[in-house]
Structures are given as C-alpha cells and as structure tokens.
C-alpha cells in the first residue's frame, strides 16, 4: 500500500502538494545549511541609516561557526582579540567560501568569530565543516555571527538577503547536489542524460519507500546512470535519486554526438554559418513571413530542413527561417556516416 500512495503522489506538483510534507522534504534537502545555533537577532535590509548586508545568529558560550554548503575557502582574516571594537576590522575575524554550482558563484562570508580560526586560504570544506567559533569581534554589540551571501562573489558587492538560502526556497535556482548537470562528455557508469521538459518530482529511494525531493524543472538536464521497472519504470540521477518514466514530462537520450563543438540536436541536418548581416524572419502557420531581426556575422544557427519557398529558405528551429543568399551564409552538414548515426540515437 505504501509503495502505492508514494507512486500516485507522483504526478502531483508543488501547487497541489502536501505543504506541510512538502515543506519538511525540502528543510530536510536545501543546498544551505544554517551556519550555527542560536537564535536570529536582526536581518538583512535597512539599520543605523546603512545597509545590514546579512542576518545575524546569536547564542552564548561556546558555539561552533559550519560551512553553510561545501566550497573553497577564498579569505582568512584572524587578526582580532575576541574582544568587541578592538581591532580596525568591522567584521572582526571572518571567512569567506566560494562555492561553484556549475558556474553559478556565490561567495558566503561568516563575521565576528573568536581568533583561531580552523581553516585557511585555499583549503576545500564540506558542508557543516567547522570553521570556527562564534565571537564579538569587530564592531560588535554581543557574541553573535554574522552571515552574508553574494551571488557573483563578494567582490561584486551583491549582498543579498541570505534567509531564502538558509530555508530552502533558493534550492530550485541552484543545481542540486550532488546530482552532476550535462556537462557533454559521459561520467563513469552513466548511461543518457534527461532533459524536463515539464515540472515533475524528483525520489530519493529509502529502502522499498520513495521520499519527496524536491520539483525539477522546465529544462534542467540531469546524468542517467540505469533504469529499472519499480514504481511504473524509473531512471536513476545518482545518489540513489529518480525519476519516474513520464515521456510527457521528460526527454530520455542515450547517445551524445557532438559537431562544431556543440550538440547535435533532434532532428538537425546541419548549420549555418553568418557571413554578412542578413534577416531572420518568423513563418506563421499560413506561410507568411514577419521580419525578425538581423542575424550578425561570425553567428551560428542549427538547420532543421529545407523550403523552396521564398526563394528558398533555411529552416533553423522554433519557426524561423534564413533566405539563402549567397555570399551571406554558408551551410555545412556532417558526414552522411555521423547523420545516420545521429538518426539511430534513441531519445
């Protein structure tokens, strides 16, 4: 029966969800972990006529400082006695991580902790390795630690509010780990890649019992390393994750063939390359033709076919089409071997 109830839940989305289930799923699986015990003693936004760039977390005694997700130290200041105001350092001693999901850089900062810090520049951290202690270091009023986040590395002094990362609701615009995205070379024991191409549940498997994830959504890419029949037929995306086989939901491929350095699409017969500036234009359904706009040199559009029409024209995906003209493009198809491998591929 409970492998029952957890299949049906399946094709139920966050807008009809369980909140309350759905809302522990996702404390119990955020990216960012709260980086100490104690309780929030201010918030991000406006104090003293200045900006407070991050929350502060308040406790007494003796309280660890954790890296809120795994990363790479990048800053080390531990120049302060533990002692409020007593060093030129606002921030008294701090930290700072840099953390790389797939290109996405965010840099966490960790404020006012007692000197003898644990780690140092350069070294790789785990998420809830200890860094450190809480403190009053800096300008402080009382032993707390202040936290901040920076989406494109502190350097680009885009302090953001740090609360949607510590509850969670930040998750979906992060790759989740440690599912590995589509990077175009295959990793050891996978298999295919799936493309979402609707809103649809991630699994963990728990024993014979799925537990919720997470909702992955509209074009996110994911490893496929097996599928087996349990639960109506699922792929598995590594660390014992699934996906439910829904053909309306995702897109299953198993073979990755490259050309001109990038993937070769479904249904691609081959590429154009800008020459000169010419117009792209937009084809309706009955065949009339809206400009666009202009294509610039040295561009690169994939060909999906071929029309006569227009004094024929070059089909490049999504409805929209380039005139052939010579000395404006040029069109290249690979081998007739590579195209009739690349029409075998099962997607």
Same mark, same amino acid.
């Given at each position: 029966?409970?492998?029952?109830?957890?299949?049906?839940?399946?094709?139920?989305?966050?807008?009809?969800?369980?909140?309350?289930?759905?809302?522990?799923?996702?404390? *119990?699986?955020?990216?960012?972990?709260?980086?100490?015990?104690? &309780?929030?003693?201010?918030?991000? %936004?406006?104090?003293?006529?200045?900006?407070?760039?991050?929350?502060?977390?308040? *406790?007494?005694?003796?309280?660890?400082?954790?890296?809120?997700? *795994?990363?790479?130290?990048?800053?080390?200041?531990?120049?302060?006695?533990?002692?409020?105001?007593?060093?030129?350092?606002?921030?008294?001693?701090?930290?700072?991580?840099?953390?790389?999901?797939?290109?996405?850089?965010?840099?966490? @900062?960790?404020?006012?902790?007692?000197?003898? +810090?644990?780690?140092?520049?350069?070294?790789?951290?785990?998420?809830?390795?200890? !860094?450190? @202690?809480? %403190?009053?270091?800096?300008?402080?009023?009382?032993?707390? +630690?202040?936290?901040?986040?920076?989406?494109?590395?502190?350097?680009? /002094?885009? *302090?953001?509010?740090p609360m949607p990362f510590l509850n969670g609701t930040m998750d979906s615009q992060l790759p989740t780990l440690p599912i590995d995205w589509h990077?175009?070379? @295959? /990793?050891?024991?996978?298999?295919?890649?799936?493309?979402?191409?609707?809103?649809?549940?991630?699994?963990?498997?728990?024993?014979?019992? +799925?537990?919720?994830?997470?909702?992955?959504?509209?074009?996110? !890419?994911?490893?496929?390393? &097996?599928?087996? /029949? !349990?639960?109506?037929?699922?792929?598995?995306?590594?660390? /014992?994750?699934?996906?439910?086989?829904?053909?309306?939901?995702?897109?299953?491929?198993?073979?990755?063939?490259?050309?001109?350095?990038?993937?070769?699409?479904?249904?691609?017969? &081959?590429?154009?390359?800008? +020459?000169?500036?010419?117009?792209l234009w937009k084809k309706d359904a009955n065949g009339k033709l809206t400009y666009e706009r202009i294509l610039n040199p040295g561009e690169f559009y994939r060909v999906y076919g071929y029309s006569?029409?227009?004094?024929?024209?070059?089909?490049? %995906?999504? %409805?929209?089409?380039?005139?052939?003209?010579?000395?404006?493009?040029?069109?290249?198809?690979?081998?007739?071997?590579? !195209?009739?491998?690349?029409?075998?591929?099962?997607?």
């Amino acid at each position: 029966m409970k492998k029952i109830k957890y299949f049906v839940c399946l094709v139920i989305l966050t807008s009809v969800f369980n909140f309350n289930t759905s809302m522990k799923a996702e404390a *119990a699986s955020t990216i960012f972990m709260k980086p100490a015990e104690g &309780g929030y003693s201010s918030f991000y %936004g406006p104090r003293w006529g200045r900006l407070h760039a991050g929350v502060d977390i308040a *406790a007494n005694g003796i309280v660890p400082i954790y890296a809120s997700t *795994a990363g790479t130290v990048t800053k080390v200041f531990d120049g302060c006695a533990n002692v409020s105001n007593e060093c030129s350092s606002t921030l008294g001693n701090y930290v700072i991580i840099r953390h790389n999901f797939n290109g996405k850089i965010i840099d966490t @900062l960790y404020g006012h902790m007692r000197p003898g +810090l644990n780690v140092a520049v350069g070294q790789s951290v785990s998420k809830g390795q200890q !860094l450190g @202690l809480m %403190g009053t270091t800096g300008s402080s009023t009382g032993q707390h +630690l202040h936290f901040e986040v920076h989406p494109g590395g502190r350097a680009s /002094n885009s *302090a953001v509010d740090p609360m949607p990362f510590l509850n969670g609701t930040m998750d979906s615009q992060l790759p989740t780990l440690p599912i590995d995205w589509h990077k175009g070379t @295959l /990793n050891v024991g996978q298999v295919g890649w799936i493309k979402i191409d609707q809103p649809i549940n991630l699994w963990k498997r728990v024993g014979d019992e +799925l537990e919720y994830v997470r909702v992955l959504k509209e074009n996110e !890419l994911y490893r496929v390393y &097996g599928y087996d /029949n !349990l639960y109506g037929g699922q792929y598995n995306v590594g660390d /014992n994750h699934y996906i439910t086989k829904m053909d309306t939901h995702i897109e299953y491929r198993n073979g990755y063939m490259e050309w001109r350095g990038i993937e070769f699409n479904r249904n691609q017969v &081959g590429g154009l390359d800008i +020459l000169k500036p010419i117009n792209l234009w937009k084809k309706d359904a009955n065949g009339k033709l809206t400009y666009e706009r202009i294509l610039n040199p040295g561009e690169f559009y994939r060909v999906y076919g071929y029309s006569s029409d227009n004094g024929g024209q070059y089909d490049v %995906g999504g %409805g929209y089409w380039v005139t052939n003209m010579s000395g404006y493009i040029t069109y290249s198809t690979p081998s007739k071997d590579f !195209l009739d491998r690349a029409q075998k591929r099962i997607y």
